[in-house]
């Protein structure tokens, strides 16, 4: 399984995802390659890191350009491969997506994000055009956690205008930094709620 992680912004903690997903497929024993496209290495540089614990491995391949071959030798010899793009339309977004089986999005409540899904829409199906299996999703990612915050609903029935939305949040927390920082994921944590949303994420995307 191909999954890549993909906006038309920064900022939206696709690099928390990926890197997250990555590390409760190693620790539920599966084989999982995170293949770093994104220029700000942050994937990779938290792969090192990782290398450095006691943690269980995630392989992480580097690549930039026109991905969509070396995506797909990695899906024959990977049991998962979470493709980390950069926050933008680019090249290795658009030659990911002919690749990929799933796109999650990752979204920020908050309207300056909201409105990329016209272009990130555009952009997908473009892609389906030539790789009719693709599925796209969008998950709201470092949501506010006050219960009275209407932000989140809002934001729920904008994007689902145009794309299928994930149940799950993951929420603001700062073990996801902490993690991130140390080569690990909320997994490995102590944030028990932090644990649990990204399981649940990563149970409602193998399972989509």
């Not at 990782?50 to 969509?68: D, F, L, Y």
């Not at 030539?130 to 994007?159: C, G, R």
């Not at 149940?167 to 709620?193: F, N, P, Q, W």
């Amino acid at each position: 399984m191909i999954i890549i992680l993909g906006s038309q912004k920064g900022g939206c903690g696709k690099s928390k995802i990926a890197t997250n997903l990555a590390a409760v497929a190693a620790h539920n024993g599966r084989d999982v390659v995170l293949l770093d496209t994104d220029s700000q290495c942050t994937s990779a540089t938290w792969a090192a890191d990782r290398e450095e614990t006691s943690a269980s491995p995630v392989a992480c391949v580097q690549r930039v350009g026109n991905i969509t071959a070396t995506a797909k030798e990695l899906d024959t010899k990977y049991d998962l491969v979470i493709i980390d793009a950069g926050g933008r339309d680019s090249q290795e977004l658009r030659t990911g997506l002919l690749a990929a089986d799933l796109l999650i999005s990752p979204f920020k409540p908050s309207q300056a994000d909201l409105d990329t899904v016209f272009q990130l829409s555009d952009v997908v199906r473009q892609a389906q055009d030539f790789n009719t299996s693709l599925k796209a999703m969008a998950v709201l990612t470092m949501s506010p956690t006050h219960p009275a915050n209407t932000e989140i609903q809002v934001s729920k029935d904008y994007l689902s205008e145009h794309m299928t939305v994930l149940d799950c949040l993951l929420y603001d927390r700062k073990a996801y930094r902490d993690a991130l920082s140390m080569g690990l994921g909320v997994i490995e944590h102590t944030d028990k709620k932090a644990q649990n949303e990204i399981t649940a994420l990563y149970n409602e995307i193998t399972n989509a």
